[in-house]
T-cell receptor, first 114, second 113 residues
Framework: DTEVTQTPKHLVMGMTNKKSLKCEQH?????MYWYKQKAKKPPELMFV???????INESVPSRFSPECPNSSLLNLHLHALQPEDSALYLC?????????????FGQGTRLTVV | QKEVEQNSGPLSVPEGAIASLNCTYS??????FFWYRQYSGKSPELIMF????GDKEDGRFTAQLNKASQYVSLLIRDSQPSDSATYLC?????????????FGKGTKLSVKP
């Protein structure tokens, strides 16, 4: 199994809603990531979890709250988002340590904030 | 501030031709380099990675790295219409996390039948 699975694929939420994005991988990777990609822009790193601990937060607003329940799962909790937060949210995983072999991305959650 | 630069294109090549995609990076200490392919509306897919100066071949794809010039390229031989996509160059930002990447803005490739 070489997949990173994200749910849901599409999400529409109001600015007062609370929702969660979910990500699962079974490649034995110990690092997991959230990236955000706006239209016609490259992916931008939001958070890095290494061995289930948050190691990098790229100054992301607190309305985005990550959680790593175990080494296979990664969640992104959303609350009080703004329309400009509408984007493709990508989960990725990788080995940790050693020469980088890059990140493997899930299919993404396309989020629309109304 | 580490940066990765790509020509945004579009790059248009006829079917069967060689497509050449280029990328430069600003951090001379960068060690690992990647090419991702992204179809419209889909997520990025890793197609090549390279660490050492020189060429690395995988099927129709060849990645080239020149650390002295801080330059990475991707050659696609015998281009097919199915290769039409945006190609993202990425560099590992270090710090131990393999997937901690900074991406270029991508080059849109169009292969005409």
């Amino acid at each position: 199994d070489t997949e990173v699975t994200q749910t849901p694929k599409h999400l529409v939420m109001g600015m007062t809603n609370k929702k969660s994005l979910k990500c699962e991988q079974h490649m034995g990777h110990r690092a997991m990531y959230w990236y955000k990609q706006k239209a016609k822009k490259p992916p931008e790193l939001m958070f890095v979890y290494s061995y289930e601990k948050l190691s990098i937060n790229e100054s992301v607003p607190s309305r985005f709250s990550p959680e790593c329940p175990n080494s296979s799962l990664l969640n992104l909790h959303l609350h009080a988002l703004q329309p400009e937060d509408s984007a493709l949210y990508l989960c990725a995983s990788s080995q940790d340590g050693g020469p980088s072999r890059g990140a493997f991305f899930g299919q993404g959650t396309r989020l629309t904030v109304v | 501030q580490k940066e990765v630069e790509q020509n945004s294109g579009p790059l248009s090549v006829p079917e069967g031709a060689i497509a050449s995609l280029n990328c430069t990076y600003s951090d001379r200490g960068s060690q690992s380099f990647f090419w991702y392919r992204q179809y419209s509306g889909k997520s990025p897919e890793l197609i090549m990675f390279i660490y050492s100066n020189g060429d690395k071949e995988d099927g129709r794809f060849t990645a080239q790295l020149n650390k002295a010039s801080q330059y990475v390229s991707l050659l696609i031989r015998d281009s097919q219409p199915s290769d039409s996509a945006t190609y993202l160059c990425a560099v590992n930002r270090g710090g131990g996390s393999q997937g901690n990447l900074i991406f270029g803005k991508g080059t849109k490739l169009s292969v005409k039948p």
